[in-house]
């Protein structure tokens, strides 16, 4: 069974504070890694992806297969990076995601 | 990335009754998802529409609750049928397709309420 683990609901930093949202992951094969986000009134979008190994918006995730986590950072935080945060895993054996429960991130000015 | 449309975009219905929620893309994909997030929750995926066939259901939905039709690359449709007001969440459509950017898009969702 796959599954992701967001253990922060809600994250609060401030403005040019670096910030951390956590993931981690249950997956016994090789999974692929998202992050996707949802700023206010707007759909879900993809934020990165671990294969891609790219820095969108300043946020980077790397992947570590060690400590099944795949964590998201960025050093400076804006306020316009306020939106909820969801990891989300695809496994081997399909297209199906599974996702966190979200991590709702305000940046406070 | 694809343009993904879903209508209603909410609607409010009464318990008992069937709401049938649309979801368009502008090219044609190889995969198309029915998510639901209820309230405060994260998406969890309902099922598969597959193309010319019935669709694939998680764990937890069944045919009878959520019937899918997708016709062809492009639409699908998912019924809430014989709703209570445990339905009430956002439907999500996502699309996909095979190859090096087999990454999924979403649709805007449709805010269902069941009273």
């Known amino acids: 069974a796959q599954r992701v683990t967001q253990p922060e609901k809600l994250l609060s930093v401030f403005k040019g504070a670096p910030v951390e949202l956590k993931c981690n992951y249950s997956y016994s094969g090789s999974p692929e890694l998202f992050w996707y986000v949802q700023y206010s009134r707007q759909r879900l979008q993809l934020l990165l992806r671990h294969i891609s190994r790219e820095s969108i918006k300043g946020f980077t995730a790397d992947l570590n297969k060690g400590e099944t986590s795949f964590h998201l950072k960025k050093p400076f935080a804006q306020e316009e990076d306020s939106a909820m945060y969801y990891c989300?895993?695809?496994?081997?054996?399909?297209?199906?995601?599974?996702f966190g429960e979200g991590t709702q991130l305000t940046v406070n000015p | 990335s694809a343009v993904i449309s879903q209508k209603p975009s909410r609607d409010i219905c009464q318990r008992g009754t069937s709401l049938t929620i649309q979801c368009q893309v502008d090219s044609q994909v190889t995969m198309m998802f029915w998510y639901r997030q209820q309230p405060g929750q994260s998406l969890t995926l309902i099922a598969t529409?597959?193309?010319?066939?019935?669709?694939?259901?998680e764990s937890g939905f069944v045919i009878d609750k959520f019937p899918i039709s997708r016709p062809n690359l492009t639409f699908s449709t998912l019924t809430v049928s014989n709703m209570s007001p445990e339905d009430s969440s956002i439907y999500l459509c996502?699309?996909?397709?095979?190859?090096?950017?087999?990454?999924?898009?979403f649709g805007p969702g449709t805010r269902l309420t069941v009273l």
């Open positions: 529409a597959n193309q010319g066939s019935e669709a694939t259901y």
């Open positions: 989300a895993l695809k496994g081997t054996s399909g297209s199906r995601l599974t």
């Open positions: 996502s699309v996909g397709s095979r190859g090096a950017s087999d990454t999924q898009y």
